[in-house]
Each structure stands twice: as structure tokens, then as C-alpha cells.
């Protein structure tokens, strides 16, 4: 059985070329199923059925209703990515009012390997509550990924588009499931 990776788009430029990191994941050995916010979800709407398609699951962006079954397997591992401004403060504060939501904010509860390659602009990165959001995510397990001490390429943009760095986020869930 391959382990399941949970990817979590958000409604940032960078989940429109979605599909390149699942076949990175899927060539690195994970079953890959997408989870996208309802925004996302709304911005790749003529991809959804190709995207299913290529992850052989649906593409789920709704609670289920109380009484019908899940249907994609329980996570190993959970990538949020591209991870908006919205979804890591609510994130940190502890917000589940979308699926993606609930689901990463019950990760953390279960203790399940977390990543997270946020994309935001620079106004954005600068609101206070983004660095207080990082630092509650880290202090709870969630390894965000920032040109940091990591020495990781810096993904708050503010100039010319820089391509999403999707191969260093697949890199720490794999030194995050080996620690
Ligand atoms: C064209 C466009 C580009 C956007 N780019 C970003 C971005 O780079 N980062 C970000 O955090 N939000 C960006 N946003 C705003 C988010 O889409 C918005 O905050 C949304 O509510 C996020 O919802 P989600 O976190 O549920 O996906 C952008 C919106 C639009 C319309």
C-alpha cells in the first residue's frame, strides 16, 4: 500500500499548475488525494474532473453530510500548498468552517506529519498576524516552509513572479515523515 498524501490547494495563483506537484508525489512513491478550499475549487472548476482523473479520487472541497461515507483514505501525511494568507491564520487560530480547514486543523490534534509552503503577497506577509500565524503553526508541529533558517526560497512575493518552489515542499515531507 503506497502511503496517502493529503494536498491541500488554497485560492493562490499557484493552485492553478496543481497538477505538476501530484505527479511529482505520485512519481515519489505517494497515493495523492487533492482537497481544495471552496475558492480553489471555484478557480479550477473545468479541471476538476481531469484532476480526479489523474489522482484516481474525487477532488473533495465540502464537508460530507452527516451520515454519508468518506471517501478517500486516512492520511499519512498532509501538504498545504499553495497555502493562502486566509486559510493559515484561520489555520492557526483554529477555524474549520471548510473541509480543508477541518482537516488540518484535526492533523495537528493527531499528531500527522504537517507541511506548509505558503504563497502570499508582500502586503500580506507583512500584517502582523502572519507572523503570529507561523509561529502558533510551528509551535504546533506544522513545519511552514519560508526563506527561513532553512535557507528555503522565499515565497512572499511582491515582484515578478518566481516559479512555486513544489519539489522543496515534497523534500520536507519526506525529512518530516523520516524524523
Ligand atoms: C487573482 C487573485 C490572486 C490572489 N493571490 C493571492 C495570493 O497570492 N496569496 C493569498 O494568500 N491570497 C491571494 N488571493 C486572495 C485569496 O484568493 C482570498 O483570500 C481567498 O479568500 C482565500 O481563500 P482560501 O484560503 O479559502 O483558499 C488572491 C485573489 C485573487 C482574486
Known amino acids: 500500500m ?9 485560492a493562490t495563483p499557484a493552485v ?4 505538476d506537484p501530484i505527479k511529482q508525489a505520485q512519481g515519489r512513491g505517494w497515493d495523492v488525494c487533492l ?5 480553489a475549487g471555484l478557480w ?11 489522482t484516481g479520487h474525487p477532488v473533495r472541497m465540502r464537508y460530507k453530510l452527516p451520515g454519508q461515507p468518506d471517501v478517500l483514505p486516512p492520511p499519512d501525511a498532509v501538504l498545504v500548498a499553495p497555502a493562502s494568507f486566509n486559510t493559515i491564520n484561520k489555520w492557526a487560530s483554529g477555524h474549520a468552517d471548510t473541509l480543508a480547514l477541518g482537516l488540518i486543523t484535526e492533523g495537528i490534534g493527531k ?14 506577509a507583512a500584517h502582523s498576524a502572519f507572523s503570529r ?5 510551528r509551535a504546533d508541529g506544522v513545519r511552514v516552509l519560508l526563506g527561513d533558517a532553512d535557507d528555503h526560497f522565499p515565497h512572499v512575493i511582491g515582484g515578478p513572479r518566481k516559479p512555486f518552489p513544489w519539489s522543496l515542499a515534497l523534500d520536507a515531507l519526506n525529512n518530516t515523515l523520516r524524523s
Open 16 to 19: 492553478l499548475e496543481i497538477a
Open 133 to 137: 500565524s507561523v509561529d502558533q503553526l
Open 44 to 54: 479550477l472548476e473545468s479541471e476538476l474532473e481531469d484532476l480526479a482523473a489523474l
Open 111 to 124: 499528531r500527522l506529519p504537517l507541511v506548509a509552503l505558503p504563497y502570499l503577497n508582500s502586503a500580506q
Open 2 to 10: 503506497k502511503p496517502v498524501l493529503y494536498l491541500v490547494g488554497c
Open 35 to 39: 482537497i481544495l478550499t471552496p475558492t
